[in-house]
């Protein structure tokens, strides 16, 4: 399939963000603001690369999943990624025989990662040497499971949707189940999500990062809101080395979308300002979509970006 790069503007991803004007005040004072902006600057990446990749025959009509066509999509995207033809060689280059690794999942019942995919990437790492017993796959357990308190190595996964706390549920947030109290980090909507990759459990662990397209939530309403008139059959994976920059061009898609569904740009209710200050204060990764380079593998069409 033909590569097709594209550097993405900062609209879309500004729109999503209905309390925009406030991340100007990250920091408690102006001073405290530019001392964080000035380290963040230290260790953020300069430009982010991120997959795209969308296959129009992994969902049927009915929506049941060619688990083949998926794996296909994975290994595309990790060996573009990686630049490396052959897919072994590229898992190799993220995970050693001699790690443990936990894949990070997500359970919600409405939109939880596909088994399918969970099996593949699981796979993938057996075949880079990874022994069986040293792999595990969890959501809501990894505080308590072995392999993942042993873990030297994480894999991100979730599927993208709207987010009554965080505006979207997104690659960033994934790792709120590392902390004993989830609801401590609710506040200003959920505002400092980054902080979750500091933690020991977490922190320079994560070797790869895999926002589900298949079917995102683009709207919804309530804490656990859903509603299947606001999912849509988009069939693609984002595939990155940081999460910003794969949460910033997922939310790019929902705004596009929902743009497209009601006729007009239109926010959502929550501000997901969270990934922009992943990277303003805490220098996770590339939010500013200008520093982002698309690369977009597979079918094209009603791609919106």
């Keep these: 399939m033909g590569r097709r790069t594209k550097k993405l503007t900062r609209r879309d991803f500004l729109l999503g963000a209905t309390g ?13 603001r530019e001392t964080s902006e000035k380290a963040a600057a230290t260790v953020r990446p300069k430009r982010a690369r991120v997959i795209l990749v969308r296959d129009e025959k992994v969902l049927d009509e009915d929506g049941r999943l060619d688990a083949g066509r998926l794996e296909q999509m994975l290994d595309q995207a990790v060996s573009t990624l990686l630049d490396e033809q052959e897919t072994s060689v590229a898992w190799r280059r993220l995970v050693a025989p001699s790690d443990t690794v936990g894949i990070k999942s997500n359970e919600w019942s409405y939109l939880p990662t596909p088994r399918e995919l969970e099996r593949a990437i699981r796979q993938r790492l057996i075949n880079a040497g990874v022994a069986e017993d040293r792999i595990a796959i969890s959501d809501r357990g990894v505080l308590r499971h072995p392999v993942f308190e042993k873990a030297t190595a994480l894999i991100n996964v979730r599927p993208m949707r709207t987010h009554h706390w965080a505006g979207v549920g997104s690659l960033i ?4 189940m590392f902390t004993e109290q989830p609801s401590a980090w609710h506040g200003d909507s959920c505002a400092n999500l980054a902080g979750l990759w500091e933690l ?22 309530g804490p656990h809101g859903f509603s299947r008139k606001y999912v849509w059959s988009y069939k693609g994976l984002l595939v990155g080395l940081d999460p910003t920059s794969v949460d910033a061009t997922g939310l790019r898609i929902i705004m596009a979308k929902r743009r497209e569904f009601f006729g007009a740009d239109q926010p959502l209710y929550v501000s997901p300002k969270h990934i922009e200050v992943a990277e303003k204060k805490f220098g996770l990764g590339v939010a500013d979509p200008s520093r982002i380079d698309l690369v977009r593998l597979g079918w094209s069409e009603q791609a919106l970006i």
């Design 173 to 176: 947030k994934n790792y709120i």
């Design 20 to 32: 925009v004007a406030a991340l100007g005040a990250i920091g408690a004072a102006a001073g405290e």
């Design 200 to 221: 020991p459990q977490v922190k320079g662990k994560t070797r790869l990062n895999i926002l589900v397209m298949l079917t995102p939530q683009f709207h919804s309403k």
